[in-house]
């Protein structure tokens, strides 16, 4: 059951539609965005790279740069300790060709993530202490580091963190007798992160790559190389904001709006290979690819082998290494999906045999599944059950999850208050990775569900519809116009249309697979239309039977006249076929209002 609700914020749409020469319905959609000011609604269309914020603000960024800068000039070795993911990759390759590029000796390590988990860890400090480091650098990690930091100091090196993830922090009573938060910081030279509470940089979104990419802006200025140079590295960045699932919003729209420019343009060998490997077009790669094609290929390196496939592959200055390295990236996220389907049927049928779902907090410990690919499974369990996901896997007693929340649910708060059950911990509001031993499941399982003050209307699907939007307004200059509004992602989901009433005047199922339905369609004003659906065809045609009958279905598939009326959400769009450009709509939901 889902509900739909039409977005009620008001404003002038006709003053800003005059104002920024756009209609008055992407006004009201950029208003349901947040987007209020004619400052912001300038820099939304209109924002170049020049409005991108300047990285000087970042506390401790000056510090950083002094240790990195010593390192340098001194030729000492520098370790740039990353994470294994892509904006741990991303990261730690931006990091890493910024100090070649000024002259620094560097090398990337990340830890193995099967055996040792997320974050600096004793292994990566020693090693580093025999290779003669001098500076330890992280990326995408590092703001819970407190014992890595420690040992790394201790060891007589330099430590600069660059991360994006939460300050950890403990609850302590206050003067007052309530409760306050300890905010705890590792003892590093330079702790750079745009989260920290003493951070006066304006944008608190950035990804772990984003704030490399601006720690590589000022080293640049350091040391005078070309700006143009900086943004070579913007592709990088801009992967890295999709995969890790930034809001794309403020200097992120920015940074992956023309990332991806450049990634069309770009001569990287081993992003020109991923894109080629894939079958992707490079000249028409949108977030949507990024996301789910060109970042799951890297990421699978990290989740069922090792990151350093991942690095080597960023790294290569030869051809040939790169087309081989990329055709085994992307062998393998065939793989890891493959395992992925596996380990999502296998945890939906255990959720449903134990009666899980009941749950407002699921915990769900897989059987025979890749601790690598709890993370994925939990995301896809969220969107089925629409609740919160903690999914892990066993090994010795101990399990390692990976959780995924829905936005009225802030899982790092939620796990922030069962600290005490955890080995490992970290996280933000809407992801959480951890570690406890299997004896404290049903405690954890318990405390979550006793504590989350989640209601049954939080649990329910909510469908947020930007416009309630006649056919009779579908343009291919309004679809083009909806170009502006692109990237698309989270922080600026594709817009939502709706509309009441639908009669269905044909439809059949087509495609290889037999997945999509097609239909042609027509609104209460005679306006036709082709329609798609691409998602669960049996449940639409379970809907319709169960509402209007089975003979009412099968008129509906042999076009004849039926009864079937159904209000449909949707998205506009060009249906360009043997040089012949048609308006369809893409259906995304349906359900039946009575008239």
Avoid at 185 to 203: G, M, Q, T
Avoid at 232 to 243: E, G, K, M, S
Avoid at 501 to 506: E, P, T
Wanted: with cysteine; charged share 30%; glycine share 8%.
């Amino acid at each position: 059951m889902e509900k739909w609700m039409v977005a009620a914020k008001k404003a002038d749409f006709n003053r800003l539609a005059e104002t920024f020469s756009i209609s008055p319905v992407l006004a009201r959609i950029m208003v349901n965005r947040g987007i209020k000011s004619d400052e912001e609604f300038q820099r939304f269309l209109y924002g170049d790279l020049s409005a991108l914020h300047r990285p000087g603000k970042m506390k401790d960024m000056d510090r950083g740069l002094a240790c990195i800068r010593k390192a340098i000039d001194g030729g000492r070795l520098i370790c740039i300790a990353s994470d294994f993911d892509v904006d741990g990759v991303f990261s730690g390759y931006i990091l890493w060709r910024g100090i070649r590029r000024v002259g620094g000796l560097a090398y990337v390590t990340a830890p193995d993530r099967a055996k040792e988990g997320y974050g600096l860890n004793e292994r990566i400090v020693r090693e580093a202490s025999e290779k003669g480091v001098g500076c330890i650098l992280t990326c995408d990690n590092g703001i819970a580091a407190m014992e890595g930091v420690a040992l790394a100091k201790k060891m007589g090196m330099d430590v600069v963190v660059t991360d994006h993830h939460e300050v950890v922090y403990e609850m302590a009573v206050d003067e007052n007798g309530g409760e306050k938060r300890i905010y705890r910081l590792p003892a590093a030279d330079a702790v750079i992160d745009p989260k920290r509470a003493d951070c006066e940089y304006v944008f608190k979104g950035l990804c772990g790559a984003g704030v490399a990419w601006k720690f590589v802006e000022l080293l640049y200025e350091d040391y005078e190389v070309p700006k143009s140079e900086f943004y070579d590295l913007l592709p990088f960045a801009a992967v890295a904001t999709v995969a890790d699932v930034m809001d794309l919003v403020d200097e992120n729209r920015i940074i992956v709006k023309y990332g991806l420019k450049a990634l069309a343009k770009t001569s990287h060998l081993g992003l020109q290979a991923v894109i080629r490997h894939s079958g992707l077009d490079k000249d028409y790669i949108s977030a949507y690819h990024v996301g789910f094609v060109i970042g799951p290929c890297f990421n699978a390196a990290g989740r069922l082998d090792s990151a350093d496939m991942a690095f080597r592959l960023l790294q290569t200055e030869d051809r040939e290494e790169a087309e081989r390295l990329a055709a085994d990236l992307v062998a393998l996220n065939q793989s890891r999906k493959e395992m992925t389907n596996l380990g999502y049927e296998r945890a939906v049928q255990k959720i449903d045999k134990e009666g899980l779902f009941k749950d407002k907090v699921i915990l769900i410990c897989l059987e025979n599944c890749h601790e690598s690919l709890a993370g994925i499974i939990a995301g896809r369990l969220k969107e089925k059950y629409h609740r919160p996901v903690i999914a892990g896997t066993e090994k010795e007693g101990v399990i390692k999850a990976s959780g995924r929340s829905i936005e009225v649910y802030n899982m790092y708060e939620a796990l922030s208050a069962c600290r005490d059950l955890f080995e490992r911990f970290g996280g933000h509001a809407m992801a959480a990775g951890m570690s406890f031993k299997k004896e404290n499941f049903q405690l954890l399982r318990k405390r979550l569900n006793q504590s989350c003050g989640l209601t049954e209307a939080d649990l329910m699907p909510v469908i947020h519809i930007d416009v309630p939007m006649p056919l009779d307004y579908i343009s291919e200059g309004f679809i083009q116009e909806l170009d502006l509004l692109e990237p698309f992602g989270k922080g600026n989901p594709k817009p939502v249309f709706a509309e009441r009433h639908f009669k269905i005047l044909r439809a059949s199922v087509i495609g290889k697979n037999r997945n999509v339905l097609k239909m042609i369609v027509c609104n209460d004003s005679s306006i036709r239309m082709e329609a798609l659906y691409f998602g669960d065809v049996k449940a639409f045609d379970d809907y319709v039977e169960e509402i209007y009958g089975e003979a009412a279905r099968n008129r509906m598939y042999a076009g004849l006249s039926n009864p079937v009326d159904l209000a449909f959400t949707y998205y506009p769009s060009l249906n360009e076929y043997g040089g012949r450009r048609t308006l369809q709509i893409i259906i995304q939901n349906f359900q039946r209002i009575p008239r």
